[in-house]
């Protein structure tokens, strides 16, 4: 049998023996996915590494507990001393508490084998209330010997805060903060300038800068220059490709998280962030499609590159598909 129809009927036995409320659900994985533009060309693995594969029904963490009814997205990735670190928001049940939290692990992108996750920060839990918030989107940069990280804490954080990562201790600790919070930041050094910009609450893009990785950060005098749901939400790691600095982005004009497209942008004291073309790989978009893996039929938003070859880009990719549920379905699995 098939992974697909194991996890079909898995669902449909184990949901079976709940009564109660019932609804449909994204559940997001994360997968290998491969583009050449120039080919026009997207290809996905066929069965994800995080997600929709067999680790869904019980995800064990390198500390023991485990997740069940658990979905992956927004990977991100550092290659330190040739081992790829991935970096990504995981979603589940640990017992009947729901957590969200930043997780780590190692890929070997030849096999698609992963270590087993290592929590990185959990969500703080909301009062009263069986789970805890939302973090995600974990943004990592290397400078120098050093590591840092920004997140979107939205619901749990009035700032947006720089983090610096230690990867010998697994551990965060904050060095800088923004003046105000933000979805999705990506964080960049470009010409000894560090750059933070992501989108506020009316989908305008915010722009902050500073000499220094710790701060102050000043808002530039053109942010909020951008505010469109078809391009402004961030959806991946910033790279350069054919001489261009690409930036992945969402369309959320239909629907959040429903595809992502390439811009080429440029970044400058004078300008800050400038968007110089909404379609830099000339036609390449990942969006759902009946075509693609069971895995991102319904949604596709993050794209993270770890290699470029040829004209060829590898990267690490999340993707949804809805399914319907009645509770969690996991009290008695």
Known sequence: M????????????????????????????????????????????????????????????????????????????????????IFFEICGYIEDYYVTAIVSSTLNPSTGEVTPIQYLKKAESKVEEKRTWTISYPYPIQIGENYYMTMEEFGQNENTCIYQLNLQRFKLRIIGKLPTRLYDPNIQCVDGQ??????DSDYSIRVFSSDN??????????????????????????????????????????EYGKSLAFSEISIDVDNGLLIKNLDALEGITLSENSTNPY???????????????????????????????????????
Request: charged share 25%; glycine share 8%.
């Open 2 to 85: 098939s992974l697909i129809s194991k996890l079909e009927n898995f669902r449909k036995r184990d949901l079976s023996a709940h009564s109660g409320t019932s609804s449909h659900k994204f559940y997001w994985s994360i997968g290998l996915a491969e583009i050449s533009p120039f080919e026009m060309r997207v290809h996905y693995a066929d069965v994800p590494v995080f997600g929709q594969n067999r680790s869904f029904f019980e995800l064990k963490a390198m500390d023991g507990t485990i997740l069940r009814d658990s979905f992956a997205c927004d990977p991100f990735l550092l290659v330190v001393r040739e081992k790829i670190h």
């Open 194 to 199: 560090f750059w933070v910009y992501g989108i």
């Open 213 to 254: 990785i710790r701060g102050p950060y000043s808002e530039h005098r053109l942010s909020g220059t951008y505010s469109d749901k078809s391009y402004s939400r961030n959806a991946g790691t910033v790279f350069s490709f054919n001489g261009k600095m690409i930036r992945p982005y969402q369309d959320c004009s239909k």
């Open 295 to 333: 895995w991102a039929t319904d949604k596709v938003h993050h794209f993270t590159p770890y290699r470029i070859d040829k004209g060829t880009i590898y990267a690490l990719v999340d993707g949804a598909r809805k399914l319907r549920i009645t509770n969690h379905g996991w009290i008695n699995s």
